[in-house]
DNA sequence: TCAGTTGTTTATAT
DNA sequence: AATATAAACAACTG
């Protein structure tokens, strides 16, 4: 379930289990799951070598192995398995990195996402493209900066990972909602005061999720624990949720709450 | 059978 | 040049 706080609860479960960790083989158990290597390529670049500290920049998970640089990304299904606590390896795991220890898996079951080398650092950029700042990361000068410098929808905008980075469907009606603002809402409409506002909210519903566990639906009196429930309501009004598509993703928000 | 799904890229339109 | 939309990708589930 990959956004922003998944990824970092995966790069804390990847620091656990590989960090410091010498691979002993790379087992491609899906070649298509490696997209700019072949499957040979990757083994042979990453056996023998020892994984660093993991780092997270938006949804990608960059895990760096003395010189080249494993980059995951999870697409809507992705998810890391440990083989101590899952011994069999499941249909849907498409990759795994053997150690002395144990494996760590990356399973997959769609298939958006998945994983690529980079040799150095520089590769690494061009790999991961042209990525806005870290959501969890990005300062509120910078924020208000580029917020200033976009037009149009404030959803598509918090969406859009040049803009900043981490934010998915589910995390940008959330913040919308507590920030009660319409994500439909262009940007040139909002004023000082509610820009703030959905800086500090984006800001705080990150901290409290990378810290939760299950934060989507353990998290009571926020949209996301209600969302998808027929007839839900608004969490603060009880007001019925509107459910609505934009830019062909599934949209709740608070009609009565949200302007 | 059909609709829906937490992401990204591509093509096309505005 | 930016922004918006739909489709495609793939593999399910209800």
Redesign the pocket.
């Known amino acids: 379930?990959?956004?922003l706080p998944?990824v970092e609860t995966y790069r804390r479960f990847f620091a656990e289990h590989a960090a410091g960790r010498t691979v002993r083989s790379v087992d491609v158990l899906d070649p298509a799951i490696v997209r700019n290597e072949t499957a040979p390529a990757v083994d042979l670049a990453l056996r023998g070598h020892r994984f660093g500290e993991p780092r997270r920049h938006?949804?990608w998970l960059l895990c760096p192995a003395s010189g080249p640089v494993l980059l995951v990304?999870f697409?809507?299904t992705g998810d890391l398995v440990w083989s101590r606590q899952e011994p069999e390896r499941h249909r849907?795991d498409r990759l795994a990195l053997v150690f002395d220890h144990g494996e760590l898996r990356y399973r997959n079951?769609?298939?958006?996402?998945g994983v690529w080398l980079a040799r150095d650092e520089a590769e690494l950029k061009d790999l991961i493209?042209d990525l806005g700042p870290d959501a969890l990361d990005v300062s509120r000068r910078e924020f208000l900066d580029r917020l200033s410098r976009?037009?149009?929808?404030v959803k598509?905008a918090l969406m859009d990972?040049r803009f900043v980075a981490g934010v998915?469907?589910?995390l940008a009606d959330e913040v919308l909602w507590q920030a009660r603002i319409h994500p439909r809402r262009r940007i040139d409409d909002l004023d000082a005061a509610t820009r703030a506002r959905l800086f500090r909210t984006l800001h705080r519903v990150l901290r409290v999720a990378v810290d939760e566990f299950d934060y989507l639906e353990s998290r009571m009196g926020w949209l996301n624990h209600v969302r998808g429930e027929p007839g839900a309501r608004c969490p603060r009004c009880r007001t019925p949720l509107s459910r609505v598509?934009?830019?062909?993703?599934?949209t709740y928000l608070c009609p009565s709450c949200q302007r």
Not at 109 to 113: E, I
Not at 245 to 250: E, V
């Open positions: 379930m990959p956004e998944e938006g949804k990304h697409g809507m849907h079951m769609r298939k958006l996402g493209g976009r037009r149009g929808g598509a990972q998915g469907n589910l598509t934009f830019a062909g993703r599934t």
